[in-house]
């Protein structure tokens, strides 16, 4: 009945994965020569996955929008990255990291895929030390660990707030190595827009120089999608100003399907929207809920100064509603929690939008800690509140930074405040094991695919993630695809199919040029994000759902008749690159709102209003939704629906609590 | 919620490498002090496209300083008045009303101006490409605690990375030097076990490459640190220059 086999191996769950390494064919070295391989993106899973697949003999070429390949989204991660090392000696195991990545997901995601990535998450740590990333460490030289929300071990490992950052780096030094060795070819400032199909195979892309503005061709035997997140649709997002769904979208169009669009993740602690004139909202890392205290006034509409309201006046909503987990419940919870509680009226700061995020008390804690060190025998509160602020620093100080710049306060004299805000998106290109679209030859790595979060994703596991599939899984797993291709010559691109391609990327151009009308895309662009926010976003309900997407098609309506792009099509041109991007929006809104519509549960980041519990809890419905839904595009804006059952063989699935 | 700040902008307008270049004066009225200089350019660019005309071309990304893709030359200093900061961490609040403020791009001859304020740095990448990693193909590493490292070491290493390749350094320099850059990629690496068999022919060709790229020469001027939005330290450049000198002679063997 179903069209989708996820392709998951045999056996017994802890030997899956090193059995299918030993029997998947292989490519001799001297086909891997001609073997070419187009890889979209350069984050940590595109840059990972290019640097691999050239080490092993693949000819590669890399695409990214950005200047340079080190300037990926991924670049922008803060916290950390998980890994079952138990170099801690808490408990750590691969089943425990396993077993914490489905229950974080709401029991949406696929055993065998997490447990190949509990598997080699080892390895990744490995891996990225031998690069030279400097992760924290202790005194005694070994690596350090701090813990992420949904976890009761600490496997996070971290470099101050620039986690990404180091991690990226690594991953772009190794693909630059491989491009000075000529090994990779890159194309910066290249924007792809379009999958080349042949014979039913991706081939290749159709990108444009957005320098110049012109379309080139691009062959490869096969074709990586590493494109990132979408949740820009949402406009204001944590995620960088070009991130985008573009490449995803047209893939779609082209039949890849769609997994789960409606799954996304709502960061708990935001700086909150201080305007109109915001253009992105910025994360403070999780990591500042191990030593930050989340509490509101117990009064509502309270005008008072944080430090002057008393203890026994504060509401530390978490450490109430789930003891177990306190401060550290995982984001979907803490996000509706928040909201919650300033729905109920006890916000605070102007907008009364926020919730206070406090480290006095810890900050306290370290500095006693440190007097006791030092032999400083009854200190007094200034010392240790001076003593405890220099550890806090050392852990978080740039994070500390990134709040007195942006919001003029400073959070060492005063709490944060902090607000959900759009984050990632757990949705994304439905795979198979082998991250492979249902488009032959079409594959998705990292955060735009579906796989391995469910409906939750876990703090610390999307670098593990588009590591995980770049170094680990895809140097493997495309052998199965291309030791079938060795005897296909690489195809000019002089062939029909892309000269096709090229012709419709070129008409969508002209149709953008030729609309004339009054709106610049940011318009479109902020309604199209105010629907989602308030219809599809941290609280969702059929009757806001259905609104949102008659709202979105009269928006789109508008946008091919209103819209006004400046410039040219053959010059560097910015507002024409938001204009493709923002078209794209337009339609992946809509599919999300009708997957969420058709989601008549609760789980994770989908928060049904019309399904909770007594106590507001996320309502589950096993029965009727465990299930992946991977969406088919039928033209024109209409989309079939079809079910991958999800089967939990080694985990008894139950009711999540943090309590 | 608009603020009630008027001020005058005289931007560098440049349609493309080959075109001549010049400053273009624009008002820009009713800036709130919350909105970061990013935003401010946001509101103008909306009224360029209202009034039809093409808007400015500027690099940006991330907007939380990070990415360093954000490079505007404001009043003399590359990424604005205040220390220890990109462009898009820089809020109007630190601006009055009424002021006049001067937006160039990084000017350098290895950053070639692309359009308006954006400059091609790509430079940088061949810089890295040369020499800036170690070589250790996927799935040979060891166990990572194998090899303990100290914590001094570690967080030295870790501050040089911090680099984000704005180019802040080179726009700064009177010789437009990347000294700051290359150095701070090179101490990363050689305060690092792992970065031990490879420090020699590192150094060598990544200062090989700057000087192909046509990248001034250095004269201690450290107008590079003080600029740099992330710290960079000048030791870095000294430590570099003890590594080229000790290759060189090593080499020379
Ligand atoms: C602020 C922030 C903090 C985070 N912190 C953490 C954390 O602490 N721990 C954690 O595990 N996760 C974190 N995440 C999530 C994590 O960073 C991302 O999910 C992950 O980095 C995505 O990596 P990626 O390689 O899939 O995509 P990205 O890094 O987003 O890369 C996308 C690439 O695709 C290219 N691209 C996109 N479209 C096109 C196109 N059409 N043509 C050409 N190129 C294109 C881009 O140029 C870019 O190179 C954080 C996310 C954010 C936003
Ligand atoms: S050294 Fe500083 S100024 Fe130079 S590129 Fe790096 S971060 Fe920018
Ligand atoms: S936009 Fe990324 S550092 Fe400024």
């Known amino acids: 009945m179903s069209k989708l086999d996820a392709k998951i191996p045999e056996g017994q769950l802890e030997t899956k994965w090193t059995k299918y390494k030993s029997s998947v064919p292989l490519v001799n070295p001297s086909n891997k020569r001609n073997l070419e391989i187009v890889i979209v993106g350069s984050g940590l899973a595109g840059a990972s996955a290019a640097a691999a697949l050239a080490e092993l003999g693949y000819k590669v070429k890399v695409f990214c929008f950005q200047d340079s390949p080190r300037r990926a989204h991924s670049i922008a991660a803060q916290g950390g990255i998980n890994a079952a090392k138990n170099y801690q000696n808490d408990g750590d195991s691969i089943y425990r990291l396993f077993y ?27 891996q990225c030390v031998a690069q030279g990333v400097p992760f924290a460490r202790e005194y005694g030289g070994l690596l350090s660990n701090r813990s992420f929300g949904g976890t009761q071990v600490q496997r996070t490992f971290y470099a101050a707030g620039q986690t990404g950052q180091q991690l990226l780096l690594g991953a772009y030094s190794a693909l630059e190595r491989q491009i000075g060795m000529g090994a990779v070819e890159m194309f910066n400032r290249h924007e792809m827009l379009e999958v080349v199909m042949i014979d039913g195979k991706a081939r ?47 893939a779609h169009k082209q039949g890849a399907f769609f997994g789960n669009p409606c799954f996304t993740q709502i960061h708990p602690t935001c700086i909150p929207v201080s305007g109109d004139h915001q ?107 001076a003593l405890g602020k220099d550890v806090i620093t050392e852990k978080y100080g740039n994070l500390f930074d990134m709040y007195k710049q942006i919001t003029g306060e400073d959070p060492y004299q005063m709490p944060m405040r902090i607000y959900p ?10 795979v198979d094991y082998n991250l492979m679209t249902t488009i032959p030859g079409l594959y998705a790595l990292g955060e735009a695919n579906f796989s391995d979060h469910g409906a939750n994703r876990l703090g610390a596991s999307a670098l593990m993630q588009g590591l995980a599939d770049g170094y680990f899984v895809i140097p493997y797993t495309i052998g199965s695809y291309l030791s079938k291709e060795i005897s296909v010559k690489s195809i000019p691109t002089s062939h029909e199919a892309f000269v096709a391609a090229e012709n419709k990327v070129q008409n969508d151009i002209d149709k953008f040029f030729n609309i004339k009308g009054t709106k610049s895309v940011d318009h479109f662009h902020k309604r199209l994000g105010k629907i989602m926010w308030e219809k599809c976003g941290m609280a969702r309900n059929e009757k806001g759902l259905k609104e949102a997407i008659e709202e979105i098609r009269a928006l789109r309506a508008e946008f091919w008749k209103d819209l006004r792009v400046t410039g ?29 519509l058709n989601r008549n549960e609760s789980c994770g980041g989908h928060f049904r209003e019309e399904y909770q519990t007594e106590e507001g809890e996320a309502n589950r419905d096993d029965d009727n939704f465990a299930f992946v839904a991977a969406w088919e595009y039928k033209g024109d804006n209409n989309f079939e629906m079809h079910k991958e059952e999800l089967k939990y063989e080694n985990i008894k699935i139950a009711q999540r609590s943090y309590k | 919620m608009s603020g009630n700040m008027n001020l005058t902008l005289k931007v560098w307008r440049q ?43 500027f690099d940006h990304d991330c907007r939380e300083g990070i990415c360093g893709m954000c490079s505007m030359f404001i009043d003399g200093r590359p990424h604005g008045p205040k220390d220890g900061i990109t462009t898009c961490q820089l809020h109007m609040r630190s601006f009055k009303d009424g002021d006049t403020i001067t937006v160039e791009p990084w000017r350098a001859q290895a950053f070639p101006v692309i359009k308006d304020l954006v400059v091609d740095r790509t430079a940088f990448d061949r810089i890295i490409a040369a020499g800036g990693y170690i070589s250790v193909n996927t799935g040979n590493a060891q166990d990572a605690n194998c ?53 020699q022919s590192r150094v060598l060709n990544m200062v090989a490459q700057m000087d192909a790229e046509g990248f001034g020469s250095c004269t201690n001027t450290g107008a590079c640190e003080a600029e740099c939005p992330k710290g960079i330290s000048l030791s870095n450049i000294a430590r570099m220059n003890r590594e080229y000198l000790g290759a060189q002679f090593c080499s020379e063997k």
């Open chain 2, 15 to 57: 349609k493309n490498s080959n075109a001549k270049g010049e400053l273009v004066d624009f008002k820009v009225n009713d800036i709130s002090p919350d909105m970061s200089f990013l935003e401010m350019f946001d509101v103008l660019n909306e009224r360029l496209v209202s009034e039809n005309t093409d808007p400015i071309a």
């Open chain 1, 279 to 385: 253009s992105k909202l910025t994360l403070m890392s999780e990591s500042l809920r191990n030593d930050g205290r989340i509490w509101v006034p117990k009064k509502k509409d309270e005008t008072r100064k944080a430090v002057d309201i008393p203890e026994e006046e504060r509401d530390y909503y978490l450490e109430r509603r789930y003891p177990a987990f306190g401060n550290l419940v995982p984001r979907d919870v803490a996000s509706r929690a928040a909201k919650e509680r300033c729905d109920a009226g006890h916000g605070v700061g102007t907008s009364r939008m926020a919730v206070y995020l406090d480290f006095t008390f810890n900050m306290d804690r370290y500095g006693k800690i440190e007097a006791t060190k030092k032999g400083i025998h009854n200190a007094d509160a200034a010392t240790i509140r």
């Open chain 1, 204 to 250: 290749g892309i159709i990108a444009r120089d957005l320098i110049t503005g012109k379309l080139e061709r691009h062959f490869g035997h096969a074709v990586l999608l590493c494109t990132g997140g979408y949740g820009n649709v949402f406009y204001l997002s944590t995620n960088a100003m070009g991130s985008n769904a573009t490449a995803v979208w047209k």
């Open chain 1, 568 to 596: 040219e099509a053959n010059e560097f041109n910015p507002e024409l690159e938001k204009a493709g991007r923002v078209a794209d929006f337009l339609e992946l809104g809509e599919l999300m709102c009708k997957d969420a």
């Open chain 1, 421 to 430: 805000a759009v984050h990632y998106t757990m949705g994304g290109l439905w």
């Open chain 1, 100 to 126: 914490d990545t489905i229950k974080g997901g709401d029991y949406r995601a696929r055993e065998g895929n997490v447990h190949r990535l509990s598997e080699v998450s080892g390895n990744i740590i490995d």
């Open chain 2, 147 to 199: 090899l303990p490292i100290s914590k001094d070491n570690a967080d030295e290493s870790f501050a040089a990375a911090a680099c984000i390749g704005c180019g802040a350094c080179v726009a700064t320099c009177k010789n437009a030097s990347a000294m700051l850059f290359v150095s701070a990629k090179v101490s990363q690496l050689a305060l690092l076990p792992q970065g031990e068999p490879e420090k």
